[in-house]
Structures are given as C-alpha cells and as structure tokens.
C-alpha cells in the first residue's frame, strides 16, 4: 500500500465514524429533547396532551396538597395563568410554596400535568434561570427574587 | 492586612507573569540565552506570590475574618475548621484562586523538573503557560477579587451553602482543577512546537507524562465528584448528564485520546500533527468546562453567582486561547514533518480507532451540552437534553471501543496480527460468552442488552489481562519464573493492562446499577417495615440531634436479613439555621461492592415520613473502576523510560530519510 493509499483509509474511516455519529445525535435530537414552557406558553400555544415538557415557575401558595401514598398536588404559576401539577414521590428539599420549581413530564388530556421529576433550586439564593427569564416575560419579577449580592 | 498582602502578592503574581509571558518567548526566538533563563525564576517567583496570595484567603477563613465580603459571604465562625479551610474554593473567586495556584504550580514543576528540555523549548512552553496565567489572574484581580473589604465588618457571616459542607469539598475541587490545569502543560508544549515549528518523537515523551498526571487526577475529580452527588444530593444517582458534569466529562474523553496518540507519537514518529491538534482541544475543553461553569451561563450547584461581565471577560479568554492556538496551529500545522508509515491492522491502527471513536463520543457530548444553548440564542426556544440523548449517542460509540481495546495491546507495531491476537482473546471471549449466558439464565426476562453489556465488560477486563499472560506466560511456566517475568516487565505493559481492567470494571459496575438496581419510595409510620431486595427495614422513629451549625433529625432504620439484625441505618435531615436550608444526608449501608441507601423525605402530619430505599447491587465497581485506572496511570507515569534518560531530540539534519516502513 502506498502513503496516499494509508492516508485515504485513515480519513475515511474517520469521516465514516464522524457520519455515524452525525447520524446518531441528529436521531437522538429528534427525538429526546424536552422544550421548557411557563404556564401561559401551554395555554397560548396548545401543546397537546401527551406531549413531554419541562413546566417551570413558581409554586402558587396555598395549592400545595399532600395525599396519601406520597401523592402531591400544587399549581405552577407565572403569574398569569397556572397549571395544576400532579406527582408522586419526594419533593426536593428547598421545594416551597412560593419558590421556583421546574417539573418534567407529560401534559394530560384535562389540561393538568403529570410530574415525573421536580427539580427545585439548589439554595436559597438560586432560582432557576428559566423560571427567572418566564416571570420577566409576565411582569411579575420582583427585585426580591434577585440574588442577594 | 493579611487580605491586602494577599491581594498585593496577586498583583506581584501578575506582574512577573507578564514578564514571563514575553521576555524567554522573544528569548528563544533570537537564540538569546539570558531573555531564556528569565523563566525559570519567574515561573518560580509566580507560583510563590499565588501561594502567598492564596495563604492569605485561606488565613481570613481560619481566622473568620468576616471584614472581607469573601468570608463574610461564604463562611460562618461556627463551622468547622476543615470546611472554613474548603470553603476558601467553595466560592467563585477562591475556586479561581486555586484555579491559578495550580496552573502556576504547574509552570513551576517544568521550571524545576523540566531541565533536560531543549533551551528554546522549555522558554517557549514556559512562556506560553504565563500568557494563560496572566489572563486568568487578571480575570480575578479585574472581575473577581476575593479581597475586597466591607466597610465595618459584620460579626457573623452568612455561611457556606449546606450541600458544600462536606469532605467532597475538600477532595474534589482539587483533584479536578489538578486534571484541569494539568492539560494546560500539554496546551503549552504544543503551541511551543508550533512556535519553533519543529515536533519529534522526543516532544511527545516530554508531554505524556504531564498528560498522564492531569489525566489520572482528572480521572480521580470525576469520579469524586460523581460519588459525592451520589451521597449527597440523596437522589441515589451517580450521573446525570448535567453540562456541569459533561463540563469535565469532556477534557477527560480528550485527554484520554491524547495519552493514546502521544504513545503513537513517541514510538513511531506518526500521528503528530493529530497530536498538536488533541493537545491544544484538551485544554480548549477545559476552559470551555470553565466558561460554562464559572460564566453563569448555566445555573447549577456549581455556579456561585452569576456576573455578566465575569461570563464576557471568560469569554474573551476562551476565544484568545482557543482561537489562537487554533489558528497558530493552521498556520504552522501543515510545517510539521510527516511521521512513519503503519497497515490499518497494527497497533498504531487501534489507536487511531481509539482515537476516532472517543474523539466522536466527546463531540456528541460536546452537542449534548452546548446545543440547548445555541438553540436558545438563536430561536429562543429552551429545551433541555438529558440521559436518553446520551445514552442514545455516546453509548454506541463507547461500545466499540471497549470490544477493540483488549486487541490494541495485543498487535505488533506497524503491521499487527489480527488473527494472532484473537486467537489470544479466545479464552476471554469464552468467559465473556460464560458471563453472558449465566446472567441470562440468573435474570431471564431482565432488558435484553444488560447481558451484552456484562459479556462486554467481562471480555474488557479479562481481555485487559491477556497481553500480562501472555508475556508472562504465567499458564505455561513455573510460577517463579512467571514472577521473575511479571518483574521484567515494564511498569507502562502493567499500567495499561490495569487501567484497561479499571474502564471494564466500571461499565460492569454501570450495567449492574441501572439494570438491577431497586427503587421504593414508600411512606412509613414507626414501627412498619419495608422489604427491599432481601433486606427488611423497620422504621424505629426519629432522633434530634444538632451539629454545630445545624440542626438534625434522623430516622433509625433496624436491617434485618433473614431475621438477624444486620445494621442499624439513620438517615437525616439537617436544617443549617443561617441560610434557612436544609440538606438530606443519606445513610449508606455498604455489603461487598453491593449498596442499600437510605434518603429521607418529608414527615407527614400523622407521624409518617416519606423515605427512599435504593438496593445498588455492585454500585462501588463505578468508582472503584476509576481508581483503578488512576492507579494504571500512576504505574505507567513510574516507568523506567519516562524517568531516566534524558530523551534526545531528533537529528536536525533533515536530509535524511523516515524509515519507509
């Protein structure tokens, strides 16, 4: 085998290797990525039912409900509208009424939501940057919600 | 005082560094032998005023000086000793401090150690090391000063975030910045070469053992900081494909194609510009992992607080020295001689396989990572990318590495047998079948792949160990002379079978884990039991207890197996009255490699609390498996060929011809 023979093989079986993963993250893109949306971009764009979603905003107070066998009812709000949340498990420990939460799962068919994960913020000062960016969208950012520098 | 003498010994820092960055790099270009011998003493004077500087931090945290807005943020006089001395790096502006203590450490060791490197070389390295240096220590004193002063001091400061406090904090930052900054020598050596645009099989074996040291202590931070999420966060899981993680997921994959195409380099000449190219991108991807960590980009446990001008100063680094080194190696790459020739079946042919699939699964992790940011400049459009892209990317692509691995040692230089090597991997591959068909009858209707998967990491660690059979011939002779063989043998032969086992060892502990591990979540009153794998848990009630800057409450937990008590397990929850936080500290019950942990959940109103049970059946090969190959690392790092014997450069004349084959 000559230089220029070795050579092709080398770049081509790394451009074919680069093709298969090409391949690869473009059908993983397709197909398992997860949109955020605040309270009202459900409402406003009718995402439908049995859609997977990433929910973020603020817990509303007075809607948290603990039943039993661990199953937890709450609404997340943004301030405009809200949605009524339901999961089974452990919440975080800095999940609170009133604070910033961000939950993923499925949009059900009567217009609540079915948690899988609920992610809260990792300390007192930290609220999820998405959350922070659908309250501004609203007009219902506090200065209070700013980190305390 | 002591906050001002460390601020003045960082501006000092700077200053010499600047001096560095310019003086030995004007040097080594006009061959002058004092603006050369500049380096040496400032890369010495550098590293001694950044640990004069970080010293001081460290002493305002001991002394709880709470007159420095650092301390005051971050540390409270009641916590104890060691996390007042963690947490000097549990914030941004300490962990930069650290950051920088350990790249000018770095720059000092070549200083010191690096006196068998040509002149210019070392000059060149040394100087390009400060540019970097000088960038980041200005970032701190412009950006992110950690001795700043409040005007009448307060008397107590608002403590250290909970989940920090804890001896992860202590290990894990260190270790990984270690790894981090280590590759910034492998950076440096390659714009160095660059610069002289000369590079030889003498340059790469003064760069693997730097890449080897940043790659085992890397290894070791990524592996602490998994296991600390894995006990800490009381989630029972050890990875979560958060950019935080790929942050230094990614440099790892790197540096590990490096350390294998470095090998390629020193021993056969080859694959030197790919080389350059894998350097100067190790180190590109440990400021990137810094930039998206440290610019608040992303919001994490890790970012401390978000500056936007922080973010753009990061940035304009990142883009100075990736975007530099980059075109410095357009530029200069295509000067560089071309290396020996090799047939795609060899040895060099597994590394460049080696190289070609760990260098795409870093891309996918690359894509994983920053594709959610880019669709959001762009579409504005948030969405997140989680577990199952990367399962579904990087997990095909690690797969046919770990079934080539166990034959890369096993092929002769430049034309390697493939038939010879697999008929050495038969017996591997008979108990990597073994594996597969008794995990297949044990878990029967269990997910399909998971008997694969433990054939594949039977085959890896088995296979890891045929090259050391087979050289010495351990099967066919006396034990004694076996032993005597097994001395001979180079420490590097030892290095790579046992870091090739650890990377098996690990896959075997990840198919376990999430295949058979078992989850309850379940709510229990005093008194009421719970069955999980074949451990029964009876809730025995709660206990107060308060720590020193928190309060406590645990639950005991009685394991019983087969009607013996086994252990007692109290889970609990701390509640750290200063930031109004509390965190979940799991109980951990560990029986041979095998884990039952315990996380606490709410109390209820009627006496009940919510409790998580995971079984981790061999969860502790995960971690094991990464020490195993830091120890690979180690042993490799102690070969003799690495120690003595100053490598000579090769013959200038470059009239003469490369071997042809």
């Known amino acids: 085998m000559t230089r220029k023979q070795r050579r092709l093989i080398l770049i081509g079986s790394g451009l074919g290797v680069l093709a298969i993963s090409a391949l690869l993250v473009l059908n993983a893109l397709r197909d398992s990525i997860v949109f955020f949306n605040s309270p009202t971009d459900v409402i406003e764009k009718k995402i439908a039912a049995g859609t997977r979603i990433r929910l973020g905003g603020l817990v509303k107070p007075g809607t948290l409900v603990r039943g039993e066998e661990l199953n937890v009812r709450f609404e997340v709000t943004d301030g405009k509208s809200a949605i009524p949340v339901a999961y089974k498990g452990i919440l975080p420990d800095l999940f609170r009424e009133g604070q910033g939460v961000i939950a993923e799962g499925l949009l059900e068919p009567a217009g609540s939501f079915k948690a899988e994960t609920v992610l809260a913020k990792h300390d007192e000062t930290y609220m999820p940057k998405e959350v922070a960016d659908a309250l501004k969208k609203q007009g219902h950012w506090k200065e209070e919600y700013e980190k305390k520098k | ?661």
Not at chain 2, 123 to 141: D, H, R
Not at chain 2, 379 to 404: C, M, R, W, Y
Not at chain 2, 571 to 596: C, D, H, I, V
Request: include cysteine; charge should be positive; proline fraction near 5%.
């Open chain 2, 1 to 661: 005082m002591i906050a001002e003498i460390g601020h003045y010994a960082l501006v000092l820092a700077l200053g010499l560094a600047i001096i560095q960055g310019v003086a030995p790099l004007i040097g080594a270009r006009l061959r002058d032998d004092t603006l050369m011998a500049v380096a040496g003493p400032t890369a010495l004077g550098q590293f001694a005023f950044i640990a004069i500087s970080f010293a001081a931090l460290t002493a305002c945290y001991i002394q709880s000086d709470f007159s420095v807005v650092n301390v005051y943020e971050n540390s409270h006089s009641a916590k104890p000793l060691i996390y007042k001395i963690s947490g000097v790096w549990g914030n941004h502006e300490g962990s930069m401090l650290l950051w920088v203590l350990i790249l000018a450490l770095f720059g000092a060791l070549v200083a010191a150690f690096g006196g068998n490197l040509p002149a210019t070389l070392k000059a060149n390295v040394l100087g390009v090391q400060s540019w970097i240096a000088a960038a980041f220590v200005a970032f701190i004193l412009g950006t992110s000063n950690p001795f700043l002063r409040i005007v009448g001091g307060p008397l107590e400061g608002r403590d250290l975030n909970p989940i920090l406090q804890d001896i992860g904090l202590a290990v894990h930052p260190p270790l990984l910045y270690i790894g981090y900054v280590g590759l910034s020598i492998s950076f440096s050596f390659a714009v160095a070469a660059l610069i002289e645009g000369r590079i030889d099989a003498a340059w790469a074996r003064w760069v693997r053992p730097w890449t080897l040291t940043a790659w085992l202590f890397l290894t070791l931070g990524v592996a602490m900081g998994s296991y600390w999420a894995y006990y800490e966060l009381g989630w029972g899981g050890w990875w979560f494909w958060d950019p935080v993680e790929n942050a230094s997921l990614m440099p790892w994959l790197a540096a590990t194609a490096l350390l294998h195409s470095a090998v390629v380099m020193e021993k056969r000449n080859a694959l030197k510009v790919w080389t350059v190219l894998l350097a100067i991108l190790a180190f590109s991807l440990s400021l990137i992992g810094t930039f998206l960590v440290r610019s608040g980009v992303l919001t994490s446990v890790h970012t401390f607080a978000s500056d936007p001008s922080r973010g753009v100063f990061i940035l304009a680094i990142l883009i100075l020295f990736i975007g530099g080194g980059l075109a410095l190696y357009a530029w200069r790459a295509p000067t560089l001689k071309q290396g020996g020739l090799f047939a795609p079946i060899s040895r060099e042919g597994a590394l460049v396989f080696n190289n070609l699939f760990l260098t795409a699964a870093c891309a996918t992790v690359f894509v994983g990572t920053l594709y959610p940011l880019a669709i959001e400049a762009l579409t504005g459009a948030k969405i997140s990318v989680g577990a199952p892209f990367f399962n579904l990317t990087f997990g095909p692509l690690f797969v046919p590495i770990l079934l080539v691995m166990p034959f890369g040692p096993l092929l002769a230089w430049k034309r390697g047998d493939a038939l010879g090597a697999a008929q050495r991997l038969i017996s591997a591959a008979a108990m990597a079948l073994v594996a597969m068909a008794v995990t297949f009858a044990i878990a029967g209707g269990g997910p399909v792949l998971a008997p694969f998967g433990i054939g594949l990491a039977v085959f890896a660690m088995v296979g890891a160990m045929a090259d050391l059979i087979e050289r010495t011939a351990v099967m066919r002779v006396a034990p004694a002379v076996a032993l005597t063989r097994a001395r001979g043998l180079p420490r590097s032969a030892w290095g790579t079978a046992i870091a090739h086992f650890g990377i098996g060892l690990t896959m075997l502990g990840i198919i376990c884990e999430s295949t058979w591990g078992i989850e309850r979540i379940v709510s229990l009153k005093p008194n009421e039991a719970v069955t999980v794998s074949s451990y029964d848990l009876t809730f025995d009630g709660m206990i107060s207890r308060d720590g020193p800057n928190y309060r406590q409450v645990s639950a005991k937990f009685t394991v019983r197996q087969g009607g013996n008590v086994i252990e007692v397990m109290e889970p609990s929850k701390r509640n750290f009255t200063t930031r109004e936080t509390s965190t979940t500290e799991a109980a951990l019950m560990t029986r041979g490699a095998s884990q039952l942990y315990v996380s606490l959940g709410d109390a209820n109103p009627d006496g009940s609390i919510a409790v998580r049970i995971y079984h981790k059946p061999l969860v502790l090969f995960i971690w094991l498996g990464a020490v195993v190959m830091a120890f690979g690392g180690l042993l490799s790092l102690t070969d003799r060929r690495l120690r003595v014997g100053a490598p000579k450069p090769a013959r200038k004349s470059r009239g003469t011809l490369q071997p042809a084959e």
